[in-house]
């Protein structure tokens, strides 16, 4: 009796420190994305208030009146921005998934010379920082004259993200297995058709996840996107990000407004495939 | 309707050469099991009549066109994967009729022939469910459904009921025989167990190492082993081999003892042979052993027992080997009893003790 007591209150133990462990964790993942959020609301003085004011006096949609509003008062081309990022990210997410579908299935399916020195070749390009190639790339691109242009940060993007897509989806090509294919082939698929109508969709988990990692990946990146782009002809949102510097001045709330549009739509596509991501991510249950 | 007909077909991986120029000639409508121990090429040989790899050498025919170079679906030839590759996207209905919607089949056509092999197969209560809601058996079933429905020329089997639980095995075994009762149409068969291949073949072939060491009927394969791989392959359990000369019209067993030779082996005098008998046919005195006019009698001492209700297997020593007999009717023997046992010499197999193959009586 005072054992089952006793193993009951370490279970109760056991499920607290869990839980705090859980939330301090999500406290450190989530809060300073709600900083945003709180900030993107309140008045500037109260963002540059020392010491922090955690609970908001007031909230009010000023900075996002703003950065919609004239040139004057603070605002900036946030829909031109919006067009060009999801352009860019779209259609690189697109070429690199294709580019990815095939390649990994011939890294999965097929046998060929030199296989796995391409495979750990196209690796090592993700070992290489983006930054150290941006300086290599604006010269190249400066010479061809695809600076500032949709098409130059679409090319940098789907060279980033190939790697990507093409390891994952190798990996869960390999999961599936050949027979499936061959059983298609046998009820009478040609091999083009054996994929489409059965290697893809029982890949399709996995092939959107890969899909969401490079979306997010073009809509995130920063770096390479400020020295490739120079006006509003093709600046992303986060490079529109700098737009709120100014020599002497931060304008800390129109950033955060402009954060928070960015962070929606992948928050937005995120929960729209969230049942295929998690399925792709626990890929493997296609056997039967 | 077809036969299918391997002439000198040979399979390579590079250099590295599995199937050795093989021949096979298959009548329409017969059952053909390809059995041998795992990675002899059966299946790399039933792929290849499939068309999932290419042949390297030799032609292969189905019906009377040569198929060397033909996509599987130009075929018409249908195949069950040992891990059944049914479509897990894809419900019952749709794993059945997926045939014939790719061959454009009008709806109510499909829907016919599908209903029509689910009755056969008795898939009617699951037609909506994926196939990962299945159970090991029901998959095997939606597999031989979606191999039915199109009426193909040729079935093929890869080691289908090898997934499966011993009881559903034998349950499987018989539906797979009725299954070819119904159809009629050519089969081939892969498996590595005797005891499948027994009972489902009209013809065995024996694979070993990419070679066909013997083909034949069960029956004849069994009672007719052309060589000692064959003869402890087929038939459970092995047969006994024991290491003996032929001498002065006896078999001369190690430890001296001389066994009556049966007629036709005059001209091997001398000759170092395999003496091979199966435990049905070492059975102790007085257990029913058919009778036979060439009977040896031998006492050996029960090391090991092995009671299966109708028979028991027992363990003994004959000439420095160990021997397999059994007993039918038994009646309980202990470990270390000395019984006399019976020969049928009729039953028995002389084979070359160098090359390991069957020694023709004249
Ligand atoms: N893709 C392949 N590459 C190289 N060797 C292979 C390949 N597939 C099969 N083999 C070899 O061919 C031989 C026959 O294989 P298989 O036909 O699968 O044997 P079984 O079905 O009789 O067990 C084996 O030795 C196997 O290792
Ligand atoms: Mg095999």
């Known amino acids: 009796m005072m054992q089952s007591v006793s193993a009951q209150n370490r279970k109760r133990i056991a499920k607290t420190a869990h839980f705090v462990g859980l939330f301090i964790a999500m406290s450190i993942i989530c809060i300073p994305g709600l900083w945003i959020v709180l900030n993107s609301f309140r008045p500037t003085v109260e963002i540059m208030a020392k010491p922090p004011v955690w609970i908001p006096n007031e909230l009010n949609l000023d900075h996002y009146r703003a950065?919609?509003?004239?040139?004057?008062?603070?605002?900036?081309?946030?829909?031109?921005?919006?067009?060009?990022?999801?352009?860019?990210?779209?259609?690189?997410?697109?070429?690199?998934?294709?580019?990815?579908?095939?390649?990994?299935?011939?890294?999965?399916?097929y046998h060929f010379k030199g296989k796995s020195a391409i495979f750990v070749g196209l690796?090592?390009?993700?070992?290489?920082?983006?930054?150290?190639?941006?300086?290599?790339?604006?010269?190249?691109?400066?010479?061809?004259?695809?600076?500032?242009?949709?098409?130059?940060?679409?090319?940098?993007?789907?060279?980033m993200n190939v790697p990507f897509t093409?390891?994952?989806?190798?990996?869960?090509?390999?999961?599936?297995?050949?027979?499936?294919?061959?059983?298609?082939?046998?009820?009478?698929?040609?091999?083009?058709?054996?994929?489409?109508r059965v290697e893809f969709p029982v890949a399709r988990s996995g092939i959107a996840s890969a899909g969401i990692f490079a979306f997010l990946t073009s809509w995130n990146e920063y770096a390479l996107a400020s020295q490739l782009s120079r006006s509003t002809t093709s600046k992303t949102m986060p490079v529109g990000l700098l737009d709120f510097t100014s020599e002497f001045t931060l304008n800390w709330g129109g950033m955060c407004a402009l954060a928070v549009l960015m962070i929606l739509p992948a928050l937005v596509l995120t929960f729209l495939v969230q049942k295929h991501l998690i399925a792709g991510l626990t890929f493997g249950g296609v056997k039967g | 309707m077809a036969q299918v007909h391997l002439k000198n077909v040979v399979k390579k991986y590079g250099s590295l050469e599995v199937v050795h120029a093989i021949n096979l000639d298959i009548e329409d409508g017969e059952f053909v099991v390809l059995v041998?121990?795992?990675?002899?090429?059966?299946?790399?040989?039933?792929?290849?009549?499939?068309?999932?790899?290419?042949?390297?050498?030799?032609?292969?025919?189905?019906?009377?066109?040569?198929?060397?170079?033909?996509?599987?679906?130009?075929?018409?030839?249908?195949?069950?994967?040992?891990?059944?590759?049914?479509?897990?996207?894809?419900t019952v209905q749709e794993n059945l009729g997926f045939s014939l919607k790719i061959a454009k089949f009008s709806q109510s056509e499909i829907d016919a022939a599908v209903q029509n092999a689910a009755e056969i197969l008795s898939l009617t209560d699951l037609m909506d469910r994926k196939p990962g809601a299945l159970s090991g058996g029901q998959r095997q079933r939606v597999a031989m459904g979606r191999a039915i429905v199109r009426h193909p020329d040729v079935f093929l089997f890869d080691e289908p009921l090898s997934n499966l639980d011993a009881k559903l095995r034998t349950q499987m075994r018989v539906e797979i025989k009725k299954l070819h009762q119904k159809v009629k149409s050519t089969i081939v068969y892969v498996t590595h167990d005797?005891?499948?291949?027994?009972?489902?073949?009209?013809?065995?072939?024996?694979?070993?190492?990419?070679?066909?060491?013997?083909?034949?009927?069960?029956?004849?394969?069994f009672e007719h082993p052309v060589n000692t791989f064959v003869a402890s392959f087929i038939g459970s359990p092995p047969m006994n081999f024991l290491e003996a000369q032929i001498d002065g019209g006896k078999i001369i067993l190690q430890d001296g003892t001389a066994l009556t030779m049966p007629a036709g082996y005059a001209a091997n005098e001398g000759q170092k042979v395999t003496f091979g008998v199966r435990a049905d046919n070492i059975m102790?005195?007085?257990?029913?052993?058919?009778?036979?006019?060439?009977?040896?009698?031998v006492?050996?001492?029960?090391?090991?027992?092995?009671?299966?209700?109708?028979?028991?297997?027992?363990?003994?020593?004959?000439?420095?080997?160990?021997?397999?007999?059994?007993?039918?009717?038994?009646?309980?023997?202990?470990?270390?009893?000395?019984?006399?046992?019976?020969?049928?010499?009729?039953?028995?197999?002389?084979?070359?003790?160098?090359?390991?193959?069957?020694?023709?009586?004249?």
């Not at chain 1, 300086?135 to 010479?143: K, V």
């Not at chain 1, 869960?172 to 061959?182: N, S, T, W």
């Open chain 1, 67 to 109: 950065m919609f509003g004239g040139a004057g008062e603070g605002g900036v081309p946030v829909l031109t921005y919006f067009r060009n990022s999801m352009i860019i990210s779209i259609t690189s997410t697109v070429i690199a998934l294709l580019v990815g579908m095939g390649g990994g299935y011939a890294f999965a399916r």
């Open chain 1, 123 to 159: 690796m090592v390009t993700r070992a290489v920082p983006g930054v150290a190639l941006s300086l290599p790339l604006f010269i190249i691109f400066a010479r061809l004259g695809i600076i500032d242009t949709h098409f130059g940060i679409i090319l940098a993007y789907v060279a």
């Open chain 1, 166 to 196: 093409i390891w994952l989806i190798d990996g869960f090509m390999r999961q599936i297995p050949k027979e499936l294919a061959e059983a298609a082939e046998i009820d009478g698929c040609t091999r083009w058709q054996a994929f489409w």
């Open chain 2, 36 to 90: 041998g121990p795992s990675g002899c090429g059966k299946s790399t040989t039933l792929r290849m009549i499939a068309g999932l790899e290419d042949i390297s050498g030799g032609d292969i025919e189905i019906g009377d066109r040569v198929v060397n170079d033909l996509a599987p679906r130009d075929r018409n030839i249908s195949m069950v994967f040992q891990n059944y590759a049914l479509y897990p996207h894809m």
């Open chain 2, 194 to 221: 005797q005891i499948e291949a027994m009972t489902l073949a009209d013809r065995i072939v024996i694979m070993r190492d990419g070679h066909i060491e013997q083909i034949g009927t069960p029956l004849d394969v």
């Open chain 2, 284 to 297: 102790p005195q007085n257990h029913a052993m058919p009778a036979g006019n060439n009977m040896a009698l």
């Open chain 2, 299 to 362: 006492e050996m001492e029960v090391s090991l027992t092995e009671p299966l209700g109708t028979e028991t297997l027992l363990f003994a020593e004959l000439a420095g080997s160990e021997v397999q007999a059994k007993m039918l009717n038994p009646r309980p023997v202990q470990n270390g009893e000395r019984l006399t046992f019976e020969i049928s010499l009729d039953k028995c197999h002389i084979f070359d003790a160098q090359t390991g193959n069957a020694l023709k009586a004249q």
